[in-house]
């Protein structure tokens, strides 16, 4: 059974930092794609990052990719977004999401935790 929990939410001031982290177990596909996904009030969701497990490479949607990095530990099943320079337009609740077998970057994603909220005040 394929479990993530995020933490690392909090409340910030406009050009701060955090790091948000995904724990996840249950993944044991040969390959697999796990993403930082995040949706805004009354915006649509949207991909922010997402690791591929088979070349070990990463993607940063472009909005966000000189600012976010993604990073993934195997050693203890952690999944990292990193935000610098945050911006009010960062506020959303950031979701991990996990999928099997590899495909475009921020789709198919059948897995999914509950949410983080991220707050950057101006």
């Known amino acids: 059974q394929v479990q993530l929990v995020e933490s690392g939410g909090d409340s910030v001031q406009a050009g701060g930092s955090l790091t948000l982290s995904c724990a996840f177990s249950?993944?044991?596909?040969?390959?697999?794609?796990l993403a930082w996904f995040r949706q805004a009030p009354g915006k649509q969701r949207e991909g922010v990052a997402a690791?591929?497990?088979?070349?070990?490479?990463?993607y940063v949607a472009d909005p966000v990719k000189d600012r976010f990095a993604i990073s993934h530990y195997s050693a203890n099943n952690t999944l990292e977004l990193q935000m610098n320079s945050l911006e009010p337009e960062d506020t959303a609740v950031y979701y991990c999401?996990?999928?099997?077998?590899?495909?475009?970057?921020?789709?198919?994603?059948?897995?999914w935790g509950q949410g983080t909220q991220v707050t950057v005040s101006s």
């Open positions: 999401a996990a999928r099997k077998g590899v495909g475009s970057w921020f789709g198919g994603y059948t897995y």
């Open positions: 249950g993944v044991t596909f040969s390959h697999y794609c």
């Open positions: 690791f591929y497990s088979g070349l070990g490479t990463t």
